[in-house]
């Protein structure tokens, strides 16, 4: 008897656990339908997509048993998927929900805004009263396409189930829902730092009375009208500042946290006849899991982990990169991308390992995003081969498919290709850029070639084609690199980012170039990019997170202090 957590087989539910054990509660796991019968408290995480979630739950016999025991009266809160799988429907997919809230969950509309929803926005309360302890216009993390629209006019039985609503753009949605045994949240609480850890140990410590009711109470007849809200002029979405730690393993065989200089992340050898002791070695700026904490509680909104050597040939066998992930995962309470190796492969003994397996292993392990990189490049080739339709077997499709594409992220590598503009008629020409009158790029053009295998090996294909063609396979979010800019201090490249954003409608981070807190408040005045990623000013402590934060603050850029 007891708390018991709901695995239903996709998605990040390892972060969930790590925080519940963090705050001092003891739980199990339901592993078969049978353990319904002795939780007498339910949690169910998890992100991915809703027909992912209930095949998963059918297949594994979990289904009828949730559906009883939401009904039996005993506490239920879910979360994210958790909370959807609780309304009618969906338009992600024809496969029914529980039917136990009467509306369907839709997709946002792109038109004005990316999708998905992505990063910390507020929860306002629908009353007063808020004994749930969300607290009004407090920042939680959020990352969804679809969602359960708020509409009293249409759905006034659904609108009775909302506790919080958020809005995104011009679209107000419920945040959360509450209604005699059943909680629910659109956001994650484990991943939204000091307040979605206070918010969920206050539900957890709370009796177990005080969350139940008596069997069938989910259909009591409303007795209060739903509260008619209108959107307001701006959502509240927070731009995001993410640390990236570049994870390799020096000549000793340890794992450290390094940073190239247009990739080379080897020290440079002395001029002089002198030869330093450092000279050559790999940069070592310390120990992955200790910045990683260190970024957590600096304020990142987000963290990224990218292994860029030991991933090379047997991820599933890299078990000090694994235990990082895990350490990690124990200790911060943001989002983790993980990237590096993140594709088909085959271990020395001939065994395959397919993309979405590699993934699923590290979600275990704590991630909740995978950054694929060059496995992108050669599925968007194979796709404009194809006419431009994906044949469905890249890492990109197979892990969106069972865990939504909010968790792919592409990492775009891409390089300057000078050309002359006057003269060039090349099948890029529509993407050529021209340096600014008066600027240190003045009389220069360009387009963007991507790069494969760390920047080593250029490829047939523009930084657009590439964008556009990881958004249609099912990626969630771009990381726009440069190869010119990185390490160089100058500041994102600009250019480069707004032909990407301006390309298509999914998230989109920038990074490289940032050499002081000017630089990230310069990104996002003049682009639309949702984030921006650095990690040398950081490593160094050139500048602090907190630093950025105030610059943006102080100049009415809306971030999560």
């Known amino acids: 008897m007891g708390l018991y957590l709901l695995d239903y087989g996709a998605g990040n539910v390892q972060s969930l656990a790590n925080t519940v054990s963090t705050l001092g509660h003891k739980f199990t796991w339901i592993s078969s339908p049978e353990d319904f019968k002795l939780a007498t408290s339910l949690v169910f995480p998890g992100v991915g ?20 025991y939401i009904l039996s009266g005993r506490p239920y809160f879910g979360i994210c998927i958790g909370m959807q799988v609780l309304f009618e429907s969906s338009t992600e997919s024809p496969t029914p929900g529980l039917g136990i809230v009467p509306l369907p969950i839709t997709r946002f509309d792109d038109a004005d805004k990316a999708v998905p929803h992505m990063g910390w926005n507020v929860s306002h309360l629908l009353h007063s009263d808020d004994p749930e302890h969300i607290h009004d216009s407090t920042y939680y993390y959020f ?38 045994n059943v909680f629910a949240t659109q956001f994650h609480p484990e991943k939204s730092g000091a307040a979605g850890l206070a918010f969920l140990d206050a539900w957890l410590r709370k009796p177990e009375s005080a969350h139940s009711s008596s069997p069938g109470a989910t259909s009591i007849p409303p007795t209060l009208p739903p509260r008619v809200v209108k959107p307001k002029p701006q959502h509240q979405l927070t ?3 993410i640390a ?27 001029s002089d006849t002198v030869t330093a002791t450092t000279g050559g070695a790999v940069r070592n700026l310390g120990k992955p899991v200790t910045l990683a904490e260190q970024y957590y509680k600096d304020g990142a909104d987000e963290l990224c982990l990218l292994n860029i050597t030991s991933f090379r040939h047997s991820p599933l066998r ?66 404009l081969a194809n006419g431009g339709r994906g044949d469905g077997t890249s890492a990109i499709e197979t892990i969106a498919h069972a865990y939504g594409r909010q968790a792919v992220v592409v990492s775009i590598d ?80 600009l250019d480069l980012v707004r032909l990407v954003k301006s ?47 105030q610059c943006l603050d102080d100049n009415q850029v809306n971030v999560r202090r």
């Not at 396409?145 to 995104?168: E, I, L, N, R």
């Not at 065994?351 to 968007?380: M, N, Q």
Request: aromatic fraction near 8%.
């Open 143 to 180: 990352v969804h396409s679809y969602c359960a629209k708020y509409d009293p006019k249409h759905y006034p039985a659904a609108a009775q189930w909302a506790y919080t609503t958020t809005q995104y753009g011009q679209e107000l949605f419920m945040s959360s829902i509450r209604k005699a």
């Open 318 to 383: 890299d078990q000090p990169m694994l235990a990082v992930v895990r350490a990690a995962a124990e200790r911060v309470f943001v989002p983790l991308t993980i990237g590096g190796g993140i594709k088909d492969s085959v271990d020395p003994d001939g065994t395959k390992h397919p993309a979405l397996e590699v993934a699923g292993t590290y979600f275990r392990a704590g991630a909740d995003k995978v950054s694929i990189g060059s496995e992108a490049v050669i599925a968007v080739e194979r796709m």
């Open 503 to 549: 390309a298509v409608r999914i998230p989109v981070v920038a990074s490289s170039g940032a050499g002081s807190k000017e630089h990230f408040l310069e990104v996002f005045q003049k682009t639309d990019v949702e984030s921006a990623l650095a990690a040398g000013i950081f490593h160094r402590k050139e500048v602090g997170i907190d630093e950025v934060k």
């Open 239 to 241: 731009k995001r500042i």
């Open 414 to 493: 891409p390089r300057r290709v000078y050309v002359d503009s006057e003269t060039y008629e090349g099948p890029y020409k529509a993407e050529v850029i021209c340096g600014e009158p008066g600027s240190s790029e003045s009389g220069k053009a360009w387009w963007y070639q991507c790069t494969i295998s760390g920047g080593r090996e250029a490829r047939p294909l523009s930084v657009v084609q590439l964008a556009k063609g990881a958004e249609s396979l099912g990626a969630g979010e771009l990381l726009v690199n440069s190869i010119n800019r990185d390490g160089s201090g100058l500041g994102f490249d």
């Open 244 to 270: 990236c730690m570049d994870v390799r393993a020096n000549d000793s065989g340890d794992l450290v946290v390094t940073k190239g200089d247009q990739y080379d992340v080897r020290e440079k050898q002395a």
């Open 49 to 68: 997509a809703f027909e992912s979630a209930i095949e998963n739950l059918t297949q594994k016999g979990l289904l009828e048993p949730l559906r009883e």
